[in-house]
């Protein structure tokens, strides 16, 4: 069907579909020839793939944020080279031919279900490792966990929207995925890049919130509602304390450029791509029983 544009000219639809498949050739054979070169590019993969099983540099770390910055076009290299292999595995036994093949691989289970899921998670899977093992070599949790967690929650919510087609999510699905991507943003802008720092207050105390004002004032009479007070209100007026106001939240003092609005128009910049990147990892299938 891709190709009904070309006429009815049979010997130009096969040339069409023969073209594409000599430039995988080429393709192929240029990633293992000069063998002495792409031995390095292979092996450089290989340590991203076994990021808990060794230390990780900085090029190990680097090169998974490439990989999962490129699962869109990762999926679609993994779906031509199925049809190159399907094409190839036809053509020597007899059975089909060029057509066809598109046809089996288009019904083809084990592509739909298997191959292009894990092509989806397994980027993300290696980079939750990665910040696991990060973690253990630097012997503290911060900030590597809180790394993980961000492609932890990516994963899971990437996996429940294979799993279930667009009409049947639930709405907690919907807010799970804006919540991963706002920490994502969030991680990017105050972890990643330091674009925005948070001022310590002023010397001046800060001014309680009228309930846990009311609440403070009150002299408990029983021990339960002592320990109710010390258990629950004193540790949410402290966490209220240690959110950080609007006016907190400013840029970096140390800036490269002079102008505010261009690290303004980054950071919305970064808010859209990390949208539309996590809605390159929900592809437009979902697994079958059939």
Same mark, same amino acid.
């Given at each position: 069907e891709a190709y009904n544009h070309i006429g009815t000219d049979p010997s130009s639809e096969t040339t069409a579909k023969i073209l594409p498949l000599i430039f995988l050739t080429v393709l192929m054979v240029r990633s293992v020839i000069p063998p002495g070169k792409r031995?390095?590019?292979? #092996?450089?993969?290989?340590?991203? $793939?076994? $990021? %808990?099983?060794?230390?990780?540099?900085?090029?190990?770390?680097?090169?998974?944020?490439?990989?999962?910055?490129?699962?869109? %076009? =990762?999926?679609?290299?993994?779906?031509? =080279?199925?049809? &190159?292999?399907?094409?190839? &595995?036809?053509t020597v036994i007899g059975s089909y031919g060029l057509s066809e093949a598109g046809m089996r691989l288009e019904q083809s289970w084990f592509l739909h279900n298997v191959v292009l899921p894990c092509c989806a998670l397994i980027p993300?899977?290696?980079?939750? =490792?990665?910040? =696991?093992?990060? $973690?253990?070599? /630097?012997?503290?949790?911060?900030?590597? &966990?809180?790394? #993980?967690?961000? &492609?932890?929650? /990516?994963?899971l919510v990437i996996l429940y929207a294979m799993t279930h087609p667009e009409g049947s999510r639930s709405p907690w699905w919907l807010v799970s995925f804006l919540l991963c991507v706002v920490y994502q943003i969030a991680w990017d802008t105050f972890v990643d890049w330091e674009l925005f720092c948070i001022v310590p207050p002023s010397q001046q105390p800060l001014q309680e919130p009228w309930c846990f004002r009311c609440i403070s004032s009150m002299q408990p009479r029983s021990s339960v509602l002592l320990m109710l007070h010390m258990s629950i209100t004193q540790p949410l007026a402290e966490l209220c304390r240690k959110i950080p106001t609007l006016d907190q939240i400013q840029l970096r003092p140390k800036r490269l450029y002079k102008t505010e609005s261009f690290y303004y128009r980054c950071f919305l910049l970064n808010a859209m791509l990390r949208f539309c990147w996590m809605l390159c990892f929900i592809p437009a299938y979902r697994f079958r029983n059939h």
């Open positions: 031995k390095r590019f292979w #092996s450089t993969l290989k340590f991203v $793939a076994l $990021a %808990p099983f060794h230390h990780v540099r900085f090029r190990d770390a680097f090169i998974g944020d490439v990989v999962t910055s490129m699962v869109r %076009p =990762l999926q679609d290299i993994l779906f031509a =080279l199925s049809y &190159y292999g399907l094409v190839v &595995y036809g993300l899977w290696w980079k939750f =490792l990665q910040t =696991l093992r990060q $973690a253990y070599d /630097a012997n503290r949790r911060w900030p590597y &966990y809180g790394d #993980s967690f961000k &492609y932890l929650t /990516a994963a």
